[in-house]
């Protein structure tokens, strides 16, 4: 046990990476919400008045809502008068090319493992870069643009597709679905943005980077995603911020509407910061995903590793409309020390032999409370649904928990339905097996861990599979349970 | 999380009417009075509440039930078309929640006491007051409130250290609505003392065509080593609607097996709770579900592993035909002390129309790391290959159909002990099976 307690120590003692500031100067609004602070975003990022009324009205129905308490996490209650909800660094003029960007911003993405320089065009990434709420570059737009493929920050869409955003914004997420999205369709100041036009694969993957640099501010950031007929994306989203005692909010929204025979894969690694040893400070990780399949046989594939924040709440989730369409979740969560996730998916079966999987692995460390909620429903009109859960525990150490909250509504007799769930710790055979061939404890548990891991981690795009297998190896190397 | 409060009338006409029957010398009335109090303050569950999702009990309250009115006494000579034939047992009768002495019939013994709980709690005061309210929370459910404070009559056994009964207890709760609605809450009470082991039956069944409401709270202690095996056959025609806790608690060593088996009626919510408090205990939860019609069936199970080195295993299953919906939620706790805990649950679904819903929902809430637990749950329908093997072999639709989902039940069926009760299961399902799906 003292062994155990030893290599738990170590795990817990874990610094986190991504720890540093930017130096940079940042022009921010006044803290606090109102109906002003909206009016100076709105005018700031130089809006038209439709988009400044949606943001008001959103706001009216956001402070008749009620901030929802049935999620399995325990904070202290957000004064969210006291936050900064728009701070962009300051630029003296708009960048034309990367070499008009700030060196310290240049600086900071080198930081984090993504450059916007002309090197990392051999990786063929295209990267949205968002640093405290805005857009700072887009690369490899030029090359985008010669398939038609539009794919920049969110308000840049505002202004050069504005038909596109106000057609397709909200209509997968709609303003008041959610206290989180309200908040967010008041306040939102930047994100990303992508469409790809009718039959084209996006030759690479699309990613947005998000770091929140500024002292109290939270990110709000949109994310919408477009797939027109016959088209594919593959879209990746890695999220950092810095060290800081206090809490900050993160309440993004990420809408994504699939055509017919479209496919849309979203990866995320979520490595926000979590807050030290005690608890103290991380971010509130409060997000709405959702897709829909609007069209028939199109879909849409959620893959998550879930490693960062204080606190994540978060359920992308897919509509499957379109008959013969197909939703997928892929998740890993891990917790340590005082985190908490409460994190799933939905999948609402409304069409005709409509699909569905659902992998969900959760590992629990220190002092930290992981619980899978999900939702499974097959409406009257889904002939022939086919849904697969799996949802996964694993404990390390004595004070952690694992929770397991799966809703399975089924008003369809063909639907087929099948869900499964298991709680366990890593085999001490298992380990004793590793040791027995010279493998040390740590490495032995790294293994376990990838292993268990594996069929998640396999869905993610080689880039990122890299970042995640790292990342967990990081957070839980050597922990015996 | 459990039940909100709801400003409604019907939870303050319950209320008042709770207080108004409040008798100041009862031999309880301070817990009664205490629970009354509880009840005010929970309310009956609002239409949203989550662990009422599904189970709209507080609307029918409020639309179908005129709760001021007074139940009538309903007919004796009604319960012979209801009883298990050929099974030695002690018996006892509830007729509209009124025991009736003339129906039932206790054996004299020595062995153990078989009482209704009315007279127990004059005759055996200090025992049943050590446990009666002890257990099922008044604060968490507001039904098991409003039975604290109101119930009628029901049963109490005590099985002293050491004893060993063969002989099954039955009780008979039957609804006469010839006359009129009737409301009912039947409170039991099962004393279990150590290496002592007792077998206990209630059926339900309902005559007349007026809707009736009955709450049900079972309360069981089973000390040290000792067993106890509880068998509930719901199987009322028509507008019966029924809320049942029942929540037992168990010592070191014990081994708990429950058996729910709901046939028929408009609308069923058990509630079982088990709370594994000590260690080496074994527990076992059974149910099945075969619902025709408008029936709703709900169970809400718990099983609660407090103390390490526990067993626990749950296999529901269910089938639905025509608008009937079957909810089932599981919930198992594992505390930080608690482990090497084993826990296991199952819940599988069959629909067979179009219009049947099933809602399902376990839950595993894990504080303990060195355990193993799992769930499992499924819907789906037979399997086509299967019936048309069936077929092809000159058996008609329905009955291949009768036979897929015998073998469907089969499974909970085959865990049941008592030979004549299995016989007398085995024979009401399979009749039903082949009737009425």
Known sequence: MSKDNQVLEELTSKEYEHGWTTDIETDSAPKGLNEDIIRFISAKKNEPAWLLEWRLKAYQQWTKMKEPTWANVKFPEINYQDVIYYSAPKQKVTPKNLEDVDPELIKTFEKLGISLTEQKRLTGIAVDAVIDSVSVATTFKETLGELGIIFCSFSEAVQKHPDLVKKYMGSVVPVNDNYFSALNSAVFTDGSFCYIPKGVRCPMELSTYFRINAANTGQFERTLIIADEGSYVSYLEGCTAPQRDENQLHAAVVEIYAMKDAQVKYSTVQNWYPGDKEGKGGIYNFVTKRGLCYGDSSKISWTQVETGSAITWKYPSCILRGDNSMGEFYSVAVTNNYQQADTGTKMIHIGKNTKSRIVSKGISAGHSQNSYRGQVHIMKRAEGARNFSQCDSLLMGDKCGAHTFPYIDVENSTARIEHEATTSKIGEDQIFYCLQRGIDEESAVALIVNGYAKEVLNQLPMEFAVEAQKLLALTLEGSVG | MSATVTDNNTTSELAALLDKQLVATAVDAALRKEAAIAFRTAGLPA??????????????????????????????????????????????????????????????????????????????????????????????????????????????????????????????HLHDTSEGQVVTATRNLIVVGRNAEVTILEKYDSAGASPSFSNQVTEAVVAENAGLNLYSIQHDAGQRHQVGMTRIQQANYSRVNTFTFTLNGKLVRNNLQLVLDGEGIESHMYGLYLLTGDTLADNHTVVDHRKPNSFSNELYKGVMDGNARGVFNGKIYVRPQAQKTNAFQANRNILLSPTATVNTKPQLEIWADDVKCSHGCTSGQLDEEALFYLRARGIDKLSAQAMMLYAFAGEVLTNVKNPVVKEYLDNLISQRLHKNF
Not at chain 2, 138 to 167: M, Q, Y
């Open chain 2, 47 to 172: 239409a949203k509440a989550e662990e009422y999702r599904f189970t709209p009990v507080t609307r029918i309250l409020e639309k179908q039930f005129t709760l001021s009115q007074p139940t009538p006494a309903g007919q004796a000579s009604r319960i012979n078309d209801y009883t298990l034939a050929g099974l030695e047992a002690d018996t006892l009768v509830f007729i509209n929640g009124v025991f009736s002495p003339a129906d039932s019939s206790i054996q004299k013994t020595t062995d153990l006491t078989i009482l209704p709980l009315q007279e127990a709690l004059v005759s055996h005061t200090a025992l049943v007051l050590k446990h009666l309210g002890q257990y099922a929370d008044t604060a968490a459910d507001a039904f098991t409130a409003w039975n604290t404070a109101a119930w009628t009559n029901g049963l109490f056994v005590h099985v002293p250290d050491n004893k060993i009964i063969e002989r099954p207890i039955i009780l008979y």
